[in-house]
């Protein structure tokens, strides 16, 4: 593909000055590693390179990297304010009853102190019962097997994020 062929939000990132592009990937997925890694093989000929090297880069972090990219997370049904992508990504409990917000809260802190981190999901089109019975299942995971699932699940996080950064205008 020429780089007349790819596609114009694409060729805007991959234009962008070093700077402005770390701060845009920070924006997706706060770990500096994983940012580091994709900004190093800029530029991208498609959306599907972009998405193949945050795979690849996900692969790679450490533990040390997913906390950092973990801490950038609220927790489910208390998206930060002012953050429209994690509002956005948590619709699915701004419709939720008061009784599920709750029983979120609960399980959100139970699932903390059991891994040190908040529960991580690609809450992206679920439902709050769905994300509620993913923590049920999710929170009697061994700790090796919940840290790839987080790995896993911030991987499709950073793909949608990725997919809004370089779309068309």
Not at 45 to 63: F, G, I, K, Q, V
Not at 118 to 130: D, K
Request: net charge negative; charged share 25%.
């Amino acid at each position: 593909m020429t780089s007349t062929d790819t596609p114009q939000g694409l060729a805007r990132f991959n234009t962008l000055e070093e700077s402005a592009a770390r701060a845009a990937l920070l924006e997706a997925c706060a770990s500096t590693a994983w940012a580091g890694h994709l900004l190093a093989a800029r530029p991208y000929a498609t959306s599907e390179d972009l998405y193949a090297a945050s795979d690849a880069a996900m692969a790679e972090l450490t533990a040390a990297d997913l906390a950092e990219a973990m801490a950038a997370h609220p927790p489910i049904g208390r998206p930060e304010p002012g953050d429209p992508a994690s509002t956005r990504e948590q619709a699915g409990m701004s419709a939720a009853s008061a009784a599920l917000k709750a029983e979120m809260l609960e399980l959100n802190l139970a699932y903390q102190e059991r891994f040190g981190h908040v529960f991580l999901i690609c809450a992206t089109g679920l439902t709050g019962e769905q994300m509620r019975d993913a923590v049920r299942e999710r929170i009697g995971n061994p700790p090796d097997k919940e840290r790839e699932t987080v790995r896993a699940e911030l991987a499709k996080i950073n793909r949608i994020r990725l997919a809004r950064l370089v779309a068309e205008d």
